[in-house]
């Protein structure tokens, strides 16, 4: 799934408050009511593994429907409601923020990391790489085609992101469509 128990331990120490403290909006309930935990279908670790499942697979919801015993209104429900809490949960996060070296200083000692760990590179402060996601054939065909990458023969959306030397993301780009190559969605206006 590519999210370790490590990673999904951090993460839902910050979700489940949040998640525990939020009514689940509904058109026949005050959106100042109380949470009613006891009533909901998935505890937090629950809801953060379908919201989880549902972004890095490229599953239907009936599928996630059948693996995590919910109806398939609560797990649009549900699927809605904990992408909204865990985007906020993450901006408020100083370890998940996305931050590209503002300052000379930074840079060399990016770049000298680098140097440590690759002598032969040098001026360099760290590593760009494009990653593919797959999903779901949109409905129409202007937007299809915009979608599906010859090369791969998918339908997926393209993301570019750089890396430091310790595995940190220092810079992202995403959703991109598919037929676009990596080069293109990471020129310097995106910088």
């Known amino acids: 799934m590519g999210v370790t128990r490590d990673i999904f331990n951090w993460l839902l120490a910050r979700f489940q408050p949040v998640y525990e403290s939020t009514p689940i909006r509904r ?11 006891a009533s909901r279908t998935l505890d937090a670790a629950g809801a953060l ?13 009936h599928t996630l429907q059948q ?3 919910t109806t398939l209104a609560a797990t649009s429900r549900l699927l809605k409601f904990t992408s ?4 906020d949960t993450l901006k408020n996060c100083d370890e998940s923020k996305i931050m590209w070296p503002t300052t000379l200083e930074e840079f060399v000692r990016l770049a ?8 032969r590179v040098r001026n360099c402060f760290g590593f760009v790489d494009g990653v593919k996601f797959p999903i779901h054939a949109p409905g129409d065909g202007l937007t ?11 339908h997926c959306v393209s993301c570019i992101f750089a890396f430091n030397t310790s595995g940190e993301i220092i810079f992202a780009t995403y959703n991109f469509p598919g037929c676009v190559h990596d080069a293109m969605g990471c020129n310097e206006r995106t910088f």
């Not at 058109?27 to 935990?37: H, K, Q, Y």
């Not at 909204?84 to 985007?87: N, V």
């Not at 000298?112 to 002598?119: I, L, M, N, T």
Request: proline fraction near 4%; include cysteine.
């Open 84 to 87: 909204h809490l865990l985007l």
């Open 49 to 61: 593994g379908l919201l989880l499942h549902f972004l890095c697979s490229a599953m239907y919801e």
């Open 112 to 119: 000298a990391s680098v140097e440590h760990k690759y002598p």
């Open 27 to 37: 058109n026949d309930v005050s959106t100042n009511a109380e949470p009613r935990l």
């Open 144 to 154: 299809e085609n915009a979608y599906y990458n010859g090369w791969v023969s998918i």
């Open 67 to 69: 693996l995590f015993g």
